[in-house]
């Protein structure tokens, strides 16, 4: 051992030598991407897509600060909305929270592309990152692979399930919670059901291709079903 580790009082007291043992710290830095874009605004269930991402966002800063780590927060859109660094404490999960429950946003668009960019700038030191959306959103690999070079990603995605299949019920009216635009689906063709059952499983299989190229970790959060227990397989896979 180096003489210089050795602890001269406890050896003296004992008659024995002993020697300091140092541990690293192991504080981790956890940063939560939120999407607070309008498409945030639905759910045919229990709940919107927006209160599992809340819901789901509380628990892992509540998790982060159990665990003594520092967490930090990105509510984003088409822009960076907000940035709540890192830190620390009590006071500061209290913070964020009470943001969680009654930020604004300024847009209702959204980009990847913008909170990861601003991710990889803002954070010098590697840190886990979790993106909480529906990605709904244009192409982001890109933006997604930089990232992911640097920090650990984590892909939360969140969906209802009317999201995956339209119901056969007539003429519906149907907004886009982005643009605000609407236009009248005729529900009851097998030929409109079956297009738009062909776009989401493309659309999921996209997203599913991104995060395998860029080697970002995935799972799929409903607001039909328990959040945790696909959480903690994805944290168990982990």
């Not at 498409?39 to 809340?54: A, C, E, P, W």
């Not at 982001?140 to 070079?149: G, K, M, T």
Request: aromatic share 10%; hydrophobic share 40%; net charge neutral.
């Amino acid at each position: 051992d180096d003489i210089r580790s050795i602890d001269w009082n406890v050896t003296a007291r004992f008659n024995h030598p002993y020697v300091k043992v140092y541990e690293e710290e192991s504080e981790l830095t956890v940063m939560l991407l939120i999407d607070v874009s309008g498409s945030g605004n639905f759910g045919s269930t229990v709940s919107f897509k927006r209160d599992i991402m809340t819901e789901v966002a509380a628990v892992l800063s509540f998790s982060a600060i159990y665990n003594n780590d520092k967490i930090g927060v990105i509510f984003f859109t088409d822009k960076v909305e907000r940035f709540i660094p890192p830190q620390k404490g009590k006071k500061h999960i209290l913070r964020i929270i009470r943001e969680l429950l009654d930020f604004k946003p300024q847009s209702n668009s959204t980009s990847l592309s913008e909170p990861l960019r601003f991710l990889t700038n803002a954070i010098k030191k590697r840190c886990t990152a979790f993106v909480i959306s529906d990605f709904m959103a244009p192409e982001f690999e890109e933006a997604l692979r930089i990232a992911s070079s640097k920090h650990d990603v984590v892909a939360l995605k969140v969906s209802d399930p009317l999201e995956k299949v339209l119901p056969d019920v007539g003429l519906m009216k149907v907004m886009d919670s982005e643009t605000g635009s609407e236009k009248w689906i005729d529900t009851s063709s097998k030929y409109v059901r079956k297009t738009y059952s062909d776009w989401w499983n493309t659309h999921m299989d996209t997203i599913r291709n991104t995060f395998k190229k860029c080697g970002v970790d995935f799972t799929e959060l409903s607001t039909k079903d328990d959040y945790v227990r696909p959480l903690i397989k994805l944290f168990e896979s982990r």
